[in-house]
């Protein structure tokens, strides 16, 4: 799917444990993990809001490929990215005069209890060997 931008919000949702005592925090604990973004397309039809919006629960993928640099003879840096039980919402189109129509459609990332995960695969491919 060709797509005009892509937003993606990984928020922790950190807490500071305060103790008696002390001026810093004790630890840094997290709560509840979340992923949530937008996907903006051109608008031709309602092709994507009836397959997107229509209630069922759905996976993605998203695959962000740097084409201008090179890895060694022919491999591209990416990030890839792979939620696998994703819930699409909010859909809103976009038709301003003497410009193209473009829709927005807003995604949660939902925990898969089946498999005990809320991502399936995080992968980077880059020039750094280690870090």
Known sequence: MSIRSLKITINKNTDYDWVLGTLEPEDILNKQFTIEGSIELNYEDRTWRDYMCNGDIKAIGIKLTN??????????PILYIELPTVDFSEWESDRKNDDISSQKINFNALYD???????????????????
Do not use: F, H, P, Q
């Open 113 to 131: 209890v089946t498999n005990s995960r809320l991502v399936s695969e995080v992968s980077l491919t880059n020039t750094t060997a280690t870090y």
């Open 67 to 76: 084409s201008r640099d090179t890895i060694g003879s022919a491999g591209n």
